[in-house]
């Protein structure tokens, strides 16, 4: 089957009958990729891109979390959880094999979670401008004031946390020009400027992830906020960080720590950039995932 020009979108049959809804872009003869959305938003996100990925003979999978698009609400969503979610939507899918892995911001933790539950299943990983999982006593210690004080808030007050996600969903449901031209009068100017350019791509991808009444991302909040029911350490695949020196919603102050946890993982910190880099690095971040799974091809092809 060729590349389509258009992302596919997609449904699967999880096994306790919920639906998953995904994006697919590229060849589903070519090589698996999964990515993980960011908070607030949805597989919608990605930079549509047909002839890169044909080049490297990559597609990629990028599945809503539960109550993001049309994924069904899950309201004990957790990393593990969702985790055993992209298992099963692989299998659905007759991808039994190793894969790619990658998520952006809070999608790096589901990313993380996903290698670490299920090591046969993933080849390799890119956390782009990831986070820590805000819930985990030993990352305790490394997080901003900023982000100890936002934990605080939504484990402290659900109740105003659940109504503002609701004002929210509405808003993106019916003046969704409107709110993302708010939102970016209130980002640091570096998200600011790569959020005007991938305007209508952004916006579309937060009315998706702001649907059913903006239940998934409460849900979605809680379960970062909780205990996250994995061990960084047990991640197995080799990972790759990218992280911009101007990121104005994760400092890259911790991500050592992280890449440390994470067996000296290599980081690229991108001077100038913020939490949006991977819209204009997609094609190096691709380039490089196809390098790692080419490397984890040759050295299962040199055990056999």
Not at 57 to 75: E, I, K, T, W
Not at 104 to 127: D, E, I, K, T
Not at 250 to 259: D, E, K, Q, V
Request: with cysteine; net charge positive.
């Amino acid at each position: 089957m060729s590349a389509s020009l258009t992302p596919e979108s997609l449904t699967v049959r999880l096994p306790d009958g919920r639906t998953l809804g995904l994006t697919r872009h590229g060849d589903p003869a070519h090589r698996p990729v999964v990515f993980h959305h960011g908070f607030g938003s949805s597989g919608l996100e990605l930079p549509n891109d047909p002839a890169l990925l044909a080049r490297l003979q990559l597609q990629v999978l990028a599945p809503d979390r539960p109550g993001v698009g049309q994924s069904s609400v899950f309201r004990a969503l957790t990393f593990p959880s969702f985790a055993d979610d992209v298992v099963a939507m692989l299998d659905a899918l007759g991808i039994a094999g190793p894969v790619g892995v990658m998520g952006w911001s809070v999608g790096g933790v589901h990313a993380l979670a996903l290698a670490a539950r299920h090591p046969a299943r993933v080849a390799a990983g890119q956390l782009l401008s990831t986070c820590l999982p805000l819930g985990e006593r030993a990352a305790y210690p490394h997080l901003s004031r900023l982000w100890k004080l936002l934990r605080w808030g939504q484990v402290g007050f659900p109740w105003l946390n659940r109504t503002t996600f609701l004002w929210l969903s509405r808003q993106w449901q019916h003046r969704p020009d409107r709110t993302i031209d708010w939102f970016i009068r209130l980002m640091f100017s570096e998200e600011a400027r790569v959020t005007t350019r991938f305007r209508a791509l952004l916006r579309d991808a937060a009315v998706a992830g702001f649907a059913h009444h903006g239940r998934g991302v409460y849900d979605d909040a809680q379960a970062w906020c909780r205990p996250p029911g994995f061990r960084i350490e047990d991640v197995r695949a080799p990972v790759r960080l990218w992280h911009g020196q101007a990121d104005g919603v994760w400092a890259p102050g911790n991500i050592p720590y992280l890449a440390q946890r994470l067996g000296g993982a290599p980081v690229h910190l991108l001077p100038s950039q913020g939490h949006m880099l991977y819209l204009e690095n997609w094609a190096a971040i691709l380039t490089e995932m196809s390098g790692l799974l080419d490397s984890k091809a040759a050295e299962n092809r040199t055990s056999c």
